[in-house]
């Protein structure tokens, strides 16, 4: 296992490397990986490219804010089945939680 690297440019790797990673990515695939990095299943590299988008797009940390409440909210709602349910929740998103939770 003590094999030693290749000895090749590091520079010429990382270049290889950049050129496949363009750190930007658009509103729409940012939508598409936000459920993965809430679950902490992006690799490595799409996290690097998320967070970066994340820094410089004022719209999509809205976004991630509000989808994060969303998530929190519907686990707390899974999480403890006998919490009451506060009046102002409408029947058909109740019966949707439901129909969820049997699935
Ligand atoms: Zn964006």
Known sequence: M???MPSRPLRRIKGMILKRMPLMVTCEEFESFI???LEDELPRRQRVVFEFHLKICRECRDY???YRRTV???RAAFADPSAAVPD???EDLI???LDARDA
Do not use: D, N, Q
């Open 2 to 4: 003590s094999r030693a």
């Open 35 to 37: 459920l993965a990095y």
């Open 64 to 66: 991630l804010a509000a």
């Open 72 to 74: 929190e909210l519907g």
């Open 88 to 90: 102002t929740v409408p």
């Open 95 to 97: 019966a949707a939680v």
